[in-house]
């Protein structure tokens, strides 16, 4: 089948793959979702994947900028055609497939890690409409979670799941990306989780301080300025200064 679609060479003008089209479906879903946080994340598939038994995940696709058929594992890559991966979690990776120029790709998975491909799709439309949105269980593993993982669950779980994060969260090591999560769960939550979140802050602070940013407390000053945090906001301003 042929092509249409916007020539790689437009974003990539040294490349030696510039020959290759990108299909409009992913054309059209890139303007209005440039390199941020999907609203769906979960793939039920027939093969195994390091993700889990019959299942992959997927949390946010590239900007096409940033799409690339480099990916450091070209020595376990033994399909034939060319790949361009639009999502990369480590060495789990999902790309358009092309067995040749002008054909039509397909959406392929390759796990590095098992060193196993499969087809998920025979188009990006197909693909979108086989994802779904599922939401694990806040637990001590999601500080092992990739941030994008953390951000969608944090985005997306109910009043009770958010609160259990909390706990779940308390020592994760990158502050700034603590902060900027729970500033947006802030912003957009109820009274109980912008109390239970105040209540964090100053946890962070009490257990915490020597390894926070010596700026870190400068956005909570505003975030927690409201009537209902207010004097949470006076408690965890004395223990910063102390």
Do not use: C
């Not at 639009?86 to 054909?103: Q, T, V």
């Not at 994802?131 to 001590?140: A, D, G, M, R, Y």
């Not at 962070?204 to 409201?226: C, E, G, H, M, T």
């Amino acid at each position: 089948m042929k092509r249409k679609g916007e020539s790689m060479s437009s974003y990539w003008t040294d490349s030696k793959n510039t020959n290759y089209s990108i299909p409009n479906d992913y054309l059209e879903f890139s303007q209005l979702n440039t390199d941020t946080l999907l609203d769906k994340n979960f793939l039920s598939t027939i093969e195994p994947t390091s993700y889990g038994f019959d299942f992959l995940e997927t949390y946010r696709f590239l900007s096409i900028k940033k799409i690339t058929s480099t990916t450091g594992y070209e020595h376990e890559q033994t399909l034939a055609g060319t790949t361009f991966y639009f999502a990369i979690d480590g060495p789990r990776m999902i790309g358009f497939h092309y067995l040749e120029e002008n054909i039509s790709p397909v959406i392929l998975f390759a796990d590095f890690e098992t060193l196993n491909t499969m087809v998920l799709a025979t188009s990006f439309t197909e693909f979108i409409a086989k994802i779904s949105q599922h939401l694990f269980t806040p637990e001590e593993a999601m500080l092992n979670w990739s941030h994008d993982k953390i951000a969608f669950h944090l985005k997306y779980y109910n009043h009770e799941d958010f609160l259990t994060s909390l706990n779940a969260l308390e020592d994760l090591a990158d502050k700034t990306f603590w902060t900027q999560q729970m500033a947006r769960r802030f912003i957009e939550g109820t009274v109980e989780e912008q109390l239970a979140i105040a209540n964090a802050v100053l946890e962070q602070v009490l257990y915490f301080k020597r390894k926070l940013p010596a700026d870190w407390l400068n956005d909570w000053l505003s975030i927690l300025a409201l009537p209902h945090t207010k004097q949470l906001l006076t408690e965890i301003t004395n223990e910063w200064r102390n």
